[in-house]
C-alpha cells in the first residue's frame, strides 16, 4: 500500500463515478420531471455504445461521439410520445412496467442486430496511450506526462502508476455535461420552461407553453445522456449485450441513496461509489484481518467462518447495495432528499 | 323491480371446479412432459398469486420477489437433505412448509426495509435487494452450492401409505394439494381486514394514514404474508427439480414473476392463475418453437400495458360482462375476421422476425429455413418482399376490422349502460 496506489485509485474511482453520474442525471432528470422511473435507461445507454461502435467503424469515434446521442434520444423520444404517454393516464406502475417491457425488447434488438458476443469498440488512437504516469521511487513521488519514462523499465524499486487518457477525457466529458446541463436548467429560457412544467403544469399550459413536448424533450434529453455516457462507457469497458444489466440496477442504488430527484445526490453518491467502488476491489483484506489484529482466535471451524473470510474485493460488486439498504435503514429520504415517500 | 344483471356462480361451484380441474389434469395430459409442466404449473400459480398479493392488491411493484421463493427453495433442499441423512425427522410432504417459513422469516428481515418506501422507490429498492441476494449467492457456495446449485432426493424419508414421492404423477398432486390450499388462503387473506386495508393502501395511502393506520405497517405485513406464500412455492420447486440453483434467486426469475402476473391480470383474483400457467407455457414450449421467443415476449407485453393494462383477465370480464347482456353473438362476427386479420399480420411480422433471427444465429446452416411450413430464403429478396407484402396487407386488414370491431363494441357498452340504468331505475 503505497500513495500511488491511492492516486491512481482516487482517480480510477472518479472516473467511474462520474460515468454513474453521466448516467444517473439522465435518470434523475426524468424521474423529477416526470415521476416516471425509467426502467430502460441502462438500455439506452447500452444502445448508445453500440449506435457509436456502428458510427466509429464507419466514419470514426468523434462522429460517433456526437451522432450517437441525437440519435438514441431521437428514439427515446419517439417512445416517448408514442407508447409511455399513452400509459401516462393509468398510473405510475404502468409507466414502470411498458419501460421494463422494452428493456426486454432493446435487449434482444441489440442481441439481434450486434450479435450476442462484445463488440469491438475501442476509444480513438489519440486516447490509447496513457495521460500520465506516476513514478513511485521509494517513497519519493515523480509524475511524468504522457508515455511512461525511460526509468520505468528496467530499474527495479520503481513502481510505475500509468492513468489512461481516455479516462480523463471521459471525466472531463462528465464534468463538461454537468456544467452545461446546470447552465441549461437555470440559465436559459427552455430550462425555466422545463422547471415550471415541473412544478406548475397547468400554469405553463395556460401559458401557452407545450407541456406534453417539453415532458418528451426532456425524455429524450435524458436518453441522450445516457447515450453519451453510453459511448465513453462501451469504449472505456466492453461493449456486450449484458453491459445494461450490470450497470443498471447500480444507478438505480444511486439515485435512492443520492435522494430520489435530487441531481446533487446523484453526484455525491456517484461518486462515493465510484471511489468505495474501486478502493474495494484492490483490497485482499476480509473480516478476518480485523480479528487478527483484536487478537481474537477464528479458525476453519468457528461460526459464520465463509462470512468472516471473504475479501473486500468480493463485496465490491455488492456494496452499492449494502449502502443502499445502510441508507433507508438510517435515513430514508436519502443523502440529499428532501422528502420521504 | 332491479334484477341481478350477472348472475354470480356459486362459490362452490368455483372452489369446486378448481379442485376437479387440479384432480383430472393429468389424466387429460398423460405424457411425461405434460405431467411436468403440469407440476410447474402448480408451483407457478403458487408463486405468481403470491406476488400478486403485492403487486394487484397492495400495488408494490417488486423487482426482486424471486429472492423469496429462491430462499425458500434453499432452505427446503438441505431441510430435504437433513431428512435423507436422518437428522430431521419430517415428512418430505412438510419440507415447502420449511421453505414457506424461511421465505417468512427472509420476507420479514428484507421486507423491513422494503417496505419503509412504496411506488417508484419501492421498486427501485426491490431491484437493488434482489441484485444484492443474487450477487451473495454466487458468493457463498458452502449454502449456495455455487455455479452447480444444490441437489436432494426426494425419495428420502419414510414413505407415507406407500406415497415415496418417486413417481411425478405423486409429486403432482402433493402439487395439487398445496397449490389449492394456497389458493384458498390467499384468497381468504384479500377478505380478511388486512386484506382490505392492503386494497386502501393502495388506492389511498393518504386517507389511511389520516384514519390511524400505518400504511407502512400494513405494507410490511402483506410483505410477509406474500413471502409466506413465495417461499411454499420455492419450496415445491426444490421437491419437484431436485435441484436449487443459484438463479432462482436471480433478475430473470423475478423478472418472469412480474411479467407473467401483469399479462394474467393484476387487478382480478385469478388473473396471476392464467399468467402463471402462461408462463409454463412460454418457458417451455415458445422456447423450444423459435428462438426470438424473448422479443415476442418483450411486445406482447408492451401492447398489453398500453392497450389493455388489466391483463388477460380483465378480457374476458369485459366478455363475460356482454355474454350476461346475450350480446356476445353480435360480436362473433367482428371477432373472427379480427381474428383472421392479425393472424395474417402476424405471419408477415413473425417470417421478418424469423428471417432476422435466423441470419444472425443459424449462419452455418446456410439461408433457408422453414417457417409455418413455407421455405425461405433469408437472403432471398423474394421471401423479404413476400413478407412484407403478407404484412402490409395484414396491416391494412387489421386496421379495417379493428375500426368495424370498435365501433360494434363501443354501441354494445353504450347499450348496456343504458340497460344497467334502466334496470336500476324502478
Known sequence: MDVSYYLISLLNGLSVGLLLFML???????????GVLNFAHASFYMLGAYVAYTISAVIGFWWALLLAPPIVGALGAAFERYALRRVHKFGHVPELLITFGLSYIVLEVVGLVWGRQSVNFRPPES????????????????????????????VANVICTQFPSFRAFGMGIAMLMLVSLWLLLTRTRIGLVIQAALTHPQMAESLGHNVPRVLMLVFGGGTALAALAGVIGGALRVTEPSMAQAVGAVVFAVIVIGGMGSLAGAFVASVL???????????????????????MAVTPESFGYALWSVKISQVAAILPYLLLVLILIFRPKGLFGTREG | MTRKLIQRPSRWLVWGGYALLLLVAPLLFRSSLSLTMLSQMGVAIIACLAFNMLLGQGGMLSFGHAVYSGLG??????ALNMVSDGSLPLPVSLIPLVGGLFGLLSA????????????????MITLGIG????AMALMFPGFFGGEGGISGDRTAGHAVLGITFGPQIQLYYLIAVYCFFCTALMFAFTRTPLGRMLNAVRDN??????????????????????????????GLGALNFEIVTSEVVGAARSGAYLLFTFLGGAMFFFGPIIGAVLMVLALVLLSELTRAWLLYLGLIFLFMVMYAPGGIASLIMMNLRVAAHRKLRRLGGPYLALAAASCVMLAGAGAMIEMVYHLQLNQAVGPNMKYLGVPLNATGIASWSGAALVLALGLALFEFTRRRFARCWNTIQDEIETESKQGAAP
Open chain 1, 24 to 34: 444517473a442525471s439522465g435518470l434523475t432528470l426524468i424521474f423529477s420531471m416526470m
Open chain 1, 127 to 154: 486516447l490509447r496511450g496513457p495521460l500520465f504516469t506516476i513514478i513511485d521511487h521509494v517513497g519519493s513521488l515523480g509524475f511524468a506526462w504522457g508515455e511512461p519514462p525511460a526509468e520505468c523499465k528496467g
Open chain 1, 273 to 295: 461509489l465510484g471511489v468505495l467502488d474501486s478502493f474495494a476491489v484492490g483490497s485482499d483484506q476480509s473480516l478476518l484481518d480485523l480479528f487478527r489484529v483484536l487478537h
Open chain 2, 73 to 78: 427453495g434453499f432452505f427446503a433442499i438441505h
Open chain 2, 108 to 123: 420479514a428481515l428484507l421486507g423491513y426495509v422494503t417496505t419503509k418506501k412504496a411506488g417508484t422507490p419501492f421498486a
Open chain 2, 131 to 134: 441484485e444484492l441476494v443474487a
Open chain 2, 205 to 234: 395511502p393518504e386517507r389511511v394514514e389520516f384514519i390511524g393506520y400505518s400504511t407502512q405497517h400494513v405494507r410490511f405485513l402483506a410483505f410477509m404474508a406474500s413471502g409466506l406464500f413465495m417461499g411454499i412455492a420455492g
